[in-house]
């Protein structure tokens, strides 16, 4: 079975490659025959991986100990889920999902437009090709997930070896938002490569209106919402499994997964510029550049062991291949834009610097530094070390520093932004949008100030908090009046009319909404708490409003792996409220690596998260860690309502027929109704 | 006579003033004799600027590795140094001394290090100064005519325009 995986591989690389010439040939001599012929390459490369991936799962499910990959990441006792997920426990096996994501993405690009777009196409199809090549080379010939274990004997000779058991899969990967987790987070960074071959066939064929943009538009969106949504889960693994009561750590994998999301979302603010006034033509196609290249700078990290990170894999063969892969890309993609910079030049001018044309700019800037920042944050010991010759850390207080401020001052943009009016705004105008998001937001402020709190940064975020969300509620308010005033629907139904009427707008509300939820949540941090203590069962312990009184410690044992688990009762004004139990888990395979499993008691206003951090030194005791972590409960419920945001923005478009017959009907029944009251 | 007036004002403030400092140095005694001296504040402040040791790379504060080798003793000391009346700053020195730099979880303000936190701010700057300059530049200058804009596209985008501004009461 390795043998049939290594082969489609092999089989891949080979129609993947005759893919990339063929559209290229088929292009120049315009010969729409052999164009057809690499599309149908691309399809069948995908099928082919398909099968390889299929044998690799085959192998893990059947726990085959003779290939390397199956070995090093799962035994013999783990859960069939867990084996399977074990694909991208390892570098060669994640490296294969890679190759497989880009090659069904680049199968659904090609049926999809198999009837349109027919300039671009082959360009496109080249594109894509070039990019699965890449790294199908080095998934079959730098880490080819079906390598079989070898025995080398005395006498020089080797053998097939297969082990009676394998190492284990990392606990820390054994829980069920990493089954969904990394492939989530595939599908963003990998996603990007669409709006990027779009561009740069755009860019090839001078065809740079607005049509690679309308046609990639819910590409980006897709993947930027499965890169969001890839972030969260992370840092609710991050959260739960890994027992510091912290989702967000900067580490440089997290950095790298941030920074293509942060330039995705400046891309998917600065489209609707160019789509609405045929302007930063030049800039959109750069920042769909640099998003493509931040998705490959991530994987550049995680796989080259440069940077020191938990979720590494440090293998620094292929470092150099993704580094040149990335200069070639940069370079290419430069000289084309520079090439082509006559067909970029904006169609219109500015009407007014206080205009929301203005206003995306600077959302676009701050996203850019925001991006620029972390990406200087993680790469700074590199620097440091070529420069100084001293490999520094750069930790979450240098990146809290930096990205505070910034992050605020994107959030106030986040609710200036709908206040200005496209091409101009009148001072006077402004004036009168600012008077109501001000006032309650301006209330906020006194009131924390009156309760005592007098943390600046705090303060700043949830005054803007208010202000950003009295902007959208206006924003609702006013399109909804006017439609009940129009229709005679009732305020619900106006309200879910006109969002289905402009998905994009409201939606992006929607998503807006989603980011002041997760900056209320965020600052919660600056409120953390956190006490540590030494117990034995009838001990009790004190954090906020809360009593935890240890009543029992059990030890256990699994068929993979043995527990030591304690019981705690929480006590809030002498009332009993909930029974915790926090857990150290030791894996029999893996080395015994242990993990912890947190307790957690989850409300809006805070959370109450338990951690058993081991047994003390003379055996006797048991060491408690708990955390008072106000507000992370909204991180998680933003992150909900971005999903929801993002979903009304890729509605069909068949919806909006759908809704404007409705209110077709419902406009004529207003009128009809209006006329009998006369 | 200003002079003379603010001498006796002194003398008269001086045995307040000893007082006072008695009072204090009588308080510093007695009073860690009677509570305990709360060092939450300050042991988390340390545990956040320093990283453990042992190759995990996370923070004093982050390291969750049961026994550690590095956090353990490391966070120990700190603790015992803390409740001894030390301060912070000296306690991360001396950690910097024994380990280097590398201990530090964000870098120090001195020579390039300095960079690291200045850069972000640097371009955040000149982002501010190039995008002033193209929306001024790209600006229409003052009393030109709207009507420069392209006819092929123009009735569309208004149209739109206008439909945005109605529904949303603009």
């Known amino acids: 079975m390795s043998n049939f995986g290594a082969f489609c591989l092999l089989l891949a690389l080979c129609l993947s490659l005759y893919g990339l010439f063929a559209s290229l040939l088929g292009a120049i001599l315009k010969q729409h025959r052999i164009v057809r012929s690499a599309e149908r390459a691309a399809i069948a490369s995908c099928a082919s991986i398909l099968l390889s991936l299929a044998a690799l799962l085959y192998l893990l499910a059947t726990s085959d100990f003779s290939v390397a990959h199956v070995a090093q990441s799962t035994n013999r006792e783990l859960p069939v889920f867990y084996k399977l997920a074990a694909l991208w426990g390892a570098h060669d096996g994640s490296m294969l999902l890679w190759v497989f994501v880009t090659a069904v993405f680049s199968g659904i690009v090609v049926l999809q437009n198999r009837f349109r777009y027919r300039d671009m196409m082959p360009y496109v199809v080249a594109v894509l090709m070039f990019n699965l090549s890449f790294f199908l080379i080095l998934n079959l010939f730098l880490s080819n997930p079906f390598n079989e274990l070898v025995q080398v004997l005395p006498d020089g000779t080797m053998h097939k070896f297969s082990p009676q058991d394998g190492r284990g899969l990392n606990p820390l990967l054994q829980y069920w938002a990493m089954i969904i987790h990394p492939p989530i987070l595939y599908l963003g960074f990998i996603g990007f490569v669409v709006p990027f071959a779009f561009a740069i066939a755009a860019l090839i064929t001078r065809q740079l209106g607005d049509t690679w943009i309308r046609t990639t538009r819910r590409w980006t969106l897709i993947t930027w919402l499965f890169l969001g949504v890839g972030l969260i889960l992370g840092g609710k693994w991050a959260y739960v499994e890994l027992g510091w009561g912290g989702y967000w750590g900067w580490d440089p994998v997290e950095n790298s997964s941030l920074m293509p999301w942060l330039t995705g979302t400046a891309f998917l603010h600065s489209v609707i510029v160019q789509e609405r006034k045929g302007m930063l033509k030049v800039w959109n196609v750069l920042l769909v550049v640099i998003t493509y290249l931040l998705g490959i700078f991530g994987t550049f990290i995680t796989r080259s062991g440069i940077i020191n990170s938990v979720h590494a894999f440090a293998d620094s063969k292929l470092g150099v291949f993704f580094l040149y892969y990335m200069l070639l890309v940069l370079g290419g993609s430069l000289f084309l834009i520079i090439d082509r910079l006559p067909y970029l030049k904006s169609e219109r001018r500015l009407d007014s610097v206080l205009s929301r044309e203005s206003a995306f700019l600077f959302n676009n800037l701050l996203l850019l530094v925001a991006c620029f920042a972390v990406l200087w944050g993680t790469m700074f010991p590199v620097l440091s070390n070529w420069v100084e010759g001293t490999k520094i850390t750069v930790g979450p207080p240098f990146f809290n520093s930096v990205g505070i401020p910034i992050g605020l001052m994107l959030l106030f943009l986040t609710g200036v932004g709908p206040l200005f009016a496209w091409r101009k705004t009148s001072v006077e105008s402004l004036r009168r949008a600012f008077l109501w998001p001000m006032a309650p937001a301006l209330l906020v402020c006194i009131a924390l100030l009156v309760s005592g709190m007098r943390s600046f940064y705090s303060l700043v975020s949830f005054t803007l908090c208010m202000f950003v969300l009295v902007t959208i509620a206006q924003e609702f308010w006013k399109g909804t009046r006017v439609r009940v005033r129009n229709t005679g629907e009732n305020f619900a139904l106006a309200m879910v009319n006109l969002t289905l009427k402009n998905k994009r707008r409201y939606g992006g509300y929607v998503v807006h909404l989603s980011i002041v939820l997760m900056f209320v949540g965020l600052t919660g941090n600056a409120f953390n708490r956190q006490t540590s203590q030494a117990m034995v069962p009838g001990d009790e312990m004190q954090i906020g409003r809360y009593t935890l009184k240890m009543t029992d410690y059990r030890d256990g044992d699994s068929p993979n792996y043995q527990y030591g688990r304690v019981t705690l009762e929480v006590y809030r004004g002498g009332k009993l409220i909930r029974t915790m139990q926090p857990e150290k888990r030791f894996y029999k395979a893996s080395d015994g690596q242990s993990t912890t499993e947190v307790a957690l008691y989850s409300k809006p206003l805070e959370d109450l998260y338990v951690v058993f951090a081991g047994v003390s030194n003379d055996g006797k005791r048991y060491e408690i860690t708990a955390h008072l972590n106000p507000l992370v409960w909204w991180v998680w419920f933003g992150a909900a309502v971005m999903v929801v945001g993002t979903l009304i923005t890729l509605l069909p478009d068949r919806r909006i027929s759908f809704a404007t017959a409705q209110l077709s009907a419902a406009e004529a029944a207003a009128v009809e109704t209006g006329v009998q009251a006369k | ?170």
């Open chain 2, 1 to 170: 006579m200003n002079s003379k007036v603010r001498g006796r004002r002194e003398r008269r403030g001086l045995p307040g003033f000893s007082g006072g400092l008695l009072l204090l140095c009588f308080w510093a005694a007695v009073a860690p004799a009677q509570a305990p001296r709360d060092i939450s504040r300050e042991y988390k402040e340390a545990c956040d600027r320093l990283i453990c040791q042992c190759g995990c790379n996370e923070q004093l504060s982050v390291c969750a590795m049961q026994n550690c080798s590095s956090a353990t003793p490391m966070r120990a000391e700190i603790r015992e140094r803390l409740q001894k009346g030390d301060m912070v700053d000296p306690i991360v020195d001396s950690f910097v001394t024994r380990f280097g730099k590398k201990v530090l979880s964000a870098p120090t303000t001195k020579g390039f290090d300095l960079s690291a936190w200045i850069m972000p701010f640097v371009i955040l700057c000149l982002g501010l100064v190039v995008v002033v300059w193209i929306a001024v530049r790209m600006a229409r200058p003052a009393g030109a005519a709207v009507e420069q804009t392209p006819p092929a596209v123009d009735p569309r985008v208004e149209e739109e325009l206008k439909e945005f501004e109605k529904e949303s009461g603009c």
